[in-house]
């Protein structure tokens, strides 16, 4: 295995060649020694990664999203007060494409506590926030300068669960919009439920669905949600009890149906385990799933037959690391890249196109702390 240190990368960490030019971009928690975003280069031509170091200094950008047009960056801050009130922060970046450096546009209250994730609805002129220690969740236009603004709704979630410890009440832990971008959806772990908003694209405020929300197993407490790119399907990661949820999708109405649940992890496997990321194959056939614990990626083949989206296991394959928490497929669909936060290293691996399996490439970068990876196409 070829191990290489962060920020130096002599001569490179090799990768196949891809058809176009990609950036990297890291966002870490900075408790350590992380000041905020890192990035890498792609070199198709010379076949090498390369690093291009700190791009933004700011703190605990545990999540980040990319607008649509590849022009501007958007991170949370995870962080309990901001400017003395119990906020976090949402902050918003231009992205130079050359050099990869983020410059800071503005920053605004995430208006909830711990922000733990960011998305951008389909049309790129709103950001939406997930706060994982208030339990609520917030949308914001985006200026004409590609700053934040106020945010044009703020919904705090209500409920608890059966777990004392992780479910006293609500914790928005994801939001994200649907395909056709009529709807947002969010994941809260601590109420067991997926709740679901009709979204007014014309000035970005989002409203209880009917129903407004489907219940998941007690205890679950779901995570993440993944959109199936073909079929009308949505997967819900579920963190405490190491589950992945088929729904059927009504498109129309906005409503989700149980459909199947499987667990994330071998059935003989006893330790402590929390999945944390899932990301379904551009191709629709794959859903890849990291577990933190049994330090893991599970891999599942999605039935395309008969267009059910049902799930049979293809294996789990060691991360390399420890605590993996998001992962992201390259722009080519052919390499997954971890995340492994505890152990401060990336660690790539190849897709078998066929079976969905993952093989080490043997190439390891080492960032402190790395929570999120996001790619972005560089055109130039």
């Known amino acids: 295995m070829v191990v290489l240190a962060f920020p130096i990368l002599a001569m490179g960490a090799t990768l196949d060649a891809e058809k176009g030019e990609y950036l990297l971009f890291v966002g870490t928690y900075t408790a350590k020694d992380s000041r905020g975003i890192y990035a890498y280069r792609s070199q198709p031509a010379s076949n090498k990664l390369i690093p291009l170091g700190l791009v933004a200094e700011t703190p605990s950008p545990s999540f980040l999203a990319i607008d649509p047009a590849g022009r501007l960056l958007y991170a949370v801050n995870e962080l309990e007060k901001y400017k003395g009130e119990a906020t976090g922060t949402v902050s918003a970046f231009a992205i130079d494409k050359k ?44 200026l004409k300068d590609s700053g934040l603004g106020e945010a044009t709704s703020v919904v705090q979630h209500t409920g608890s669960g059966p777990d004392r410890e992780r479910q006293e009440g609500p914790h928005a832990h994801w939001i994200g919009v649907t395909p056709d971008n009529r709807f947002a959806m969010s994941a809260d772990l601590g109420s067991d439920r997926v709740e679901v908003y009709r979204l007014n ?20 407490g779901p995570r993440h949600i993944a959109f199936h790119p073909k079929f009308e399907f949505v997967y819900v990661l579920s963190e405490l009890k190491s589950t992945v949820s088929i729904f059927s999708y009504d498109a129309r109405r906005g409503t989700l149906q149980p459909y199947q649940t499987v667990r994330t992890i071998p059935d003989g496997f006893t330790g402590t385990n929390n999945p944390a990321e899932i990301e379904i194959h551009p191709n629709g056939r794959f859903l890849f799933i990291s577990n933190r614990g049994h330090d893991s990626i599970a891999v599942f083949a999605i039935d395309q037959m008969k267009r059910r989206g049902t799930l049979s296991l293809v294996g789990h394959f060691s991360t390399q690391g420890k605590k993996p928490r998001n992962f992201e497929i390259d722009p080519g669909g052919t390499r997954l890249f971890v995340a492994n936060q505890d152990s401060g290293n990336i660690v790539i691996f190849d897709i078998d196109q066929a079976t969905g399996k993952l093989t080490p490439t043997g190439q390891v970068l080492r960032v402190d702390s790395p929570v999120c990876l996001k790619f972005m196409p560089t055109p130039l």
Request: hydrophobic share 35%.
């Open 99 to 142: 050099s990869g450096k983020l410059s800071l546009l503005n920053e605004v209250s995430s208006r909830g506590t711990d922000p733990c994730y960011v998305s951008l609805d389909k049309s790129g002129k709103f950001v939406l926030v997930a706060n994982y220690g208030s339990g609520s969740v917030a949308v914001f236009p985006v």
């Open 201 to 220: 694209v014309s000035d970005g405020s989002i409203s209880g669905n009917d129903p407004a929300f489907v219940k998941v197993e007690a205890g679950s």
